[in-house]
């Protein structure tokens, strides 16, 4: 048993490293990827470049948008002074939000009628143009509260307890960096598509090359066969993360809280899934084109239906359940726990679970489906 | 030649006993959907032969090997090797074989060594005889001195060679060696049957199919296939002398070429060819006597030197049964309708 495991072990690890585009595969897309979350996938919203179009000109109108620019998430791009250039801006995606002011809004300040503010949102991207709607509700209301207590002091009133003060407080991610939640979760991309696109090609290349023939006529043992070809993956699958934990970590300066132990844990856990379908599909595909192919069929609805980039949350509910069928789900939910929130196996267990029964079943489903014929 | 290592030749004295059977077809059988490849093959080959398995492309060489082996599942009759049945003990059998495959098979992006190392480790020979093992091939498929080159960059018939050694790595009592010469030079393929010899001398027993005509006869035993069907099976001799339904003549006279043109058409001439500088004539039996052939070729002023019976050449038995059974299936299509 051992000399077989061993000898595919060698011959495997010869085979991988010594080819080029293994090599490429195995190191640069890694790095490639978290580089490309880490700098240009970026969510949070600051610096919408905002256009001004203040009819009014009074001192109430500037000081309002005097308030906009000093916030850290408008910045001025332009003073407009006409209505067909605010149109123009919007169209040409040069600003995503317009600010505009009706003439008469200082009078009415003054006077302490009602004044409208106008904020004009692009909302092709309906994600962002709610977050910059609930900013400028923040600033406006701010300065509502200023006002009012000006016009009381006026009049030599000191206001009571203004009533409710929302004091928000991010938990885990301080100042809610995007970066913080997608870095980690790179992890689980890079270590399901690498591990389930190679190790999905890795039985039925020795099929298209003409190799397994051979295989098939020595008395390797099926197990001794499959370990062989799942093994090396796991150790990629390892020194995968271990890249990506170390680029996000020294790199991006991504808090890592939880244990690296059980980071490990639970990607060897994912791994009994990720490889199971590899295998799969590596046994009952017929070319390696088939089989890449195949992978890529379940990528896809694997790393939309996780919660990598869309919250499970909002999904409708019946696609919410077929969620837990994906092991990404669990694995996603360890890594971000371990790196953000530093919890153990004590809050993680569930998804631990979840993922041991899934892969188990996987794998062992693809296992029994493998044949040592080529009928 | 070099000798192999002792463990190759310990049953050498059972040459002299009675040899069993040690790979045995009944009415084996293989349809891929409703065409079959290999339709009732029946035959046996005893220890220590060396058996030659003759016919066209697509005859069902291949799958009738690849079901022995273990690599295809028969979907009808029964097959044994080494005592072991194909359908239920195919693993036993592995245990027991090497083989060749038609295509060559090796790991192409590792080295020669690397190559027979991860062979030996999955035949588990032993680690104090696999170095021995691992020169033995070497020396005998003459790579020593490619040991580190990649298996790639190997021209045809070194690949051979490096085939055979790996299949025979582990000194297996049975050889399946599938087309193990094509592409091979002829210097080479006469090492290449030196060695089959050796091995057989030492009670290995050779299962192979060829193309070639010479190697054939170099067979103890042949089958013929055809059409998944055997045709014909028997010693080299046996099938020249009990198959062959027509007289087969041979020629030597002036103007060959020109001999050889009104001999093709005449009839009941099955078939003629230039040999050398003699015309070789296959014709349908006792049709035409060796002095009908002298009188036909003087009239047209041949001058002719000799016609002589011959014994047919394997090529003409091939040949011949395989247009008879040819004629047979066309008979019985014309019955059918
Ligand atoms: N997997 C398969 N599915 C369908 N048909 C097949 C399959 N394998 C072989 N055949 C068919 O079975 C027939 C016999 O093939 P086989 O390879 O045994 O021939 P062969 O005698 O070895 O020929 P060659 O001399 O060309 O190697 C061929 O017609 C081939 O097309
Ligand atoms: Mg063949």
Redesign the interface.
Same mark, same amino acid.
């Given at each position: 048993m051992m000399?077989?495991l +061993?000898? =595919?072990l060698? +011959?495997e690890f010869?085979?991988a490293f010594?080819?080029p585009r293994m090599r490429f595969i195995l190191l640069v897309i890694p790095i490639m990827q978290t580089i490309i979350f880490g700098y240009a996938v970026n969510t949070d919203v600051t610096d919408v470049a905002t256009a001004v179009y203040d009819l009014d000109n009074s001192r109430e109108s500037r000081d309002l948008i005097d308030r906009f620019a000093r916030s850290e998430y408008f910045s001025e791009y332009e003073y407009v002074q006409r209505e067909e250039r605010v149109r123009e801006l919007l169209d040409r995606g040069d600003v995503r939000a317009v600010i505009r002011l009706e003439r008469g809004f200082g009078a009415a300040i003054r006077s302490g009628r009602p004044a409208a503010v106008q904020l004009l949102l692009d909302g092709t991207d309906s994600n962002t143009a709610g977050i910059v709607a609930g900013y400028a509700a923040t600033i406006v209301s701010r300065y509502n509260i200023d006002v009012s207590t000006q016009r009381l002091a006026h009049r030599g009133i000191v206001p009571g307890p203004a009533g409710v003060r929302l004091e928000t407080r991010a938990w885990f991610n301080e100042n809610l960096e995007s970066r913080n939640y997608y870095v980690p979760a790179v992890i689980a991309n890079i270590v399901m598509v690498i591990t389930m696109l190679l190790s999905s090609m890795a039985v039925v290349r020795e099929k298209e090359?003409? #190799? =397994?023939?051979? =295989?098939?006529? #020595?008395?390797?043992g099926k197990w001794e066969f499959i370990l062989g070809k799942t093994v090396p993956f796991v150790l990629i699958g390892f020194i995968n993360v271990a890249l990506v934990t170390a680029a996000a970590v020294f790199w991006f300066k991504v808090p890592l809280r939880g244990s690296l132990f059980l980071l490990f844990f639970g990607t060897a856990l994912f791994l009994l899934s990720s490889l199971g379908f590899g295998l799969f599909i590596s046994t009952v595909s017929h070319t390696q084109q088939q089989a890449m192919m195949s992978a890529f069929f379940f990528l896809f609805p694997a790393m939309l239906l996780s919660g990598f980039a869309f919250p499970i949350a909002n999904m409708p509910e019946p696609v919410q359940w077929l969620t837990y069928l994906n092991p990404l789900r669990y694995y996603l939910v360890i890594i971000r726990e371990i790196f953000l929130k530093g919890v153990g196996i004590e809050i993680l267990w569930p998804q631990m679970a979840g993922l041991a029964i899934l892969g188990a079943c996987i794998f062992f489903f693809a296992v029994s489906r493998f044949r +040592? #014929?080529?009928? | 030649m070099m000798p192999a290592p002792e463990s190759y030749v310990t049953d050498g004295h059972s040459t002299q006993e009675p040899r069993q059977p040690v790979v045995v077809l009944r009415d084996l059988e293989k349809r891929f959907g409703d065409f079959t490849a290999v339709n009732k093959v029946t035959l046996e080959v005893r220890k220590g032969e060396i058996f030659g398995f003759l016919g066209p492309n697509g005859a069902g060489k291949s799958t009738t090997i690849r079901m022995l082996c273990g690599i295809l599942q028969p979907t009808g009759g029964m097959g044994s090797v080494a005592g072991f049945d194909i359908t239920r003990q195919p693993e036993e059998i592995k245990k027991n074989i090497g083989y060749m495959s038609q295509r060559f098979s090796l790991y192409e992006d590792l080295t020669v060594e690397e190559n027979i190392d991860f062979y030996s480790g999955i035949y588990q020979i032993p680690a104090d005889k696999r170095a021995e093992r691992k020169e033995w091939v070497l020396r005998m498929a003459g790579l020593e001195e490619r040991r580190l080159s990649r298996t790639a960059t190997l021209s045809g018939g070194w690949k051979q060679r490096l085939a055979l050694g790996c299949a025979v790595l582990h000194a297996p009592p049975i050889i399946f060696l599938d087309e193990p010469t094509s592409g091979v030079d002829p210097l080479s393929r006469r090492n290449f049957w030196d060695l089959i010899y050796h091995l057989a001398e030492g009670g290995v027993t050779v299962f192979l199919t060829t193309h070639y005509m010479d190697e054939a006869e170099y067979c103890d035993r042949l089958g013929l296939i055809y059409r998944g069907e055997l045709i014909a099976q028997g010693t080299p001799d046996e099938l020249k002398t009990r198959y062959m339904a027509e007289d087969v003549m041979e020629i030597a006279c002036a103007k060959p070429q020109e001999a050889l043109r009104l001999i093709t058409a005449l009839p009941g001439i099955g078939y003629a060819s230039l040999f050398g500088s003699k015309l070789h004539v296959v014709a349908e039996k006792g049709e035409r006597t060796p002095e009908e052939f002298r009188q036909v070729l003087e009239r047209e002023g041949i001058p002719t030197e000799s016609v002589e019976r011959v014994l047919p050449s394997l090529e003409d038995v091939f040949v011949s049964l395989i247009e008879a059974r040819d004629r047979q299936e066309g008979a019985q299509r014309e019955f059918a309708r």
């Open positions: 000399d077989r +061993k000898a =595919m060698v +011959k010869i085979q010594r080819d090359i003409g #190799t =397994m023939e051979q =295989m098939i006529v #020595t008395p390797i +040592k #014929t080529l009928s | -």
